[in-house]
């Protein structure tokens, strides 16, 4: 299906972005890679009289270091991303999460911002961010303000970010040395995960010091399974303490019901696949 008409604009500046979007309002919507809103506009379950390109805006690009965090920017692809050297030595589970992000040209098209701003619980890269700590840049009219993880993701399809903001950048806590392992499972190859985990583990010999898990569609958000990470914590890298460790990833979850499987599916799904997460992670 065609889209609905509607007039473009492509600023190569937040701030004129920020002003297009004031001006505009309700009318407009922005883009970013487009991987998620061109399919809403084809099949016109939106109809915005204006787009808002972010592609022309450089300062949005790219991946530095920062001290004790990396930052990401929120254009920056997720190719890009993945094949980032910073990213693999400081934040490795993102550069796992990105090697299963669908296909090669969604890849090569997509953003990092993009896709966090989207919001869709069974993306890929939600569930890394929140077992990571990251934090979220978001510029408006009224300036700049950080958000963290546990509170960017807000329900589904919906974040922090006000409808006369822009998320300009990803802050990632450096986890140097933390093995990392993202587990995905799907019926077929490129498809949304019907489940997946997301864990790093930093290790003290044959021990997790400190463990970090996000499961992937288990609810409307992205969600850190806190449970799992605290019963890791001091624990030997074995199958049995993992084991024990991963009953818990269901603490707090909400997952849904669909033709790819049912909750109490799901449910099974994410204590498996956290204790292959969680394993692989610490290298056992």
């Known amino acids: ?18 002003a297009a979007l004031a001006e505009h309002g309700d009318d407009a919507k922005i883009i970013a890679g487009g991987q998620s809103l061109l399919p809403v506009l084809r099949m016109r379950l939106n109809a915005p009289e204006w787009i808002i390109d972010l592609g022309r805006i450089e300062s949005l690009r790219g991946v530095r270091d920062d001290g004790d965090a990396i930052v990401i920017g929120a254009m920056t692809p997720h190719a890009v991303v993945g094949a980032d050297p910073l990213v693999a030595e400081h934040a490795l589970l993102i550069t796992k999460a990105v090697e299963h992000l669908a296909d090669a040209q969604v890849r090569h098209r997509g953003t990092f911002g993009g896709a966090l701003a989207h919001a869709d619980p069974a ?6 961010a929140r077992a990571l700590g990251a934090s979220f840049v978001i510029q408006g009219s009224g300036g700049t303000r950080t958000v963290g993880a546990d509170d960017f993701f807000v329900d589904l399809f919906e974040t922090a970010i006000g409808e006369d903001e822009i998320l300009t950048e990803v802050r990632v806590p450096k986890h140097t040395g933390w093995g990392a ?13 019907i489940v997946a985990v997301a864990a790093t583990v930093r290790m003290e010999g044959d021990a997790i010091a400190e463990a970090g898990i996000g499961l992937t569609n288990m609810g409307s958000t992205p969600i850190r399974a ?18 024990a460790a991963a009953e818990r990833a269901t603490d707090g979850t909400n997952p849904p019901s669909d033709l790819n499987g049912d909750a109490d599916y799901r449910s099974h799904l994410a204590r498996v696949l956290t204790r292959r997460a969680v394993l692989a992670a610490a290298g056992a």
């Open 123 to 128: 993306g890929d890269l939600g569930a890394p």
């Open 181 to 193: 392992h993202y587990e995905k499972f799907v019926r077929v190859a490129h498809q949304w995960p």
């Open 226 to 243: 806190s449970g799992v990470e605290d019963a890791l914590a001091g624990q030997p890298a074995t199958e049995d303490a993992v084991h």
């Open 1 to 18: 299906m065609i889209p609905a008409a509607f007039d473009y604009v492509a600023p190569t500046s937040v701030e004129d972005a920020l």
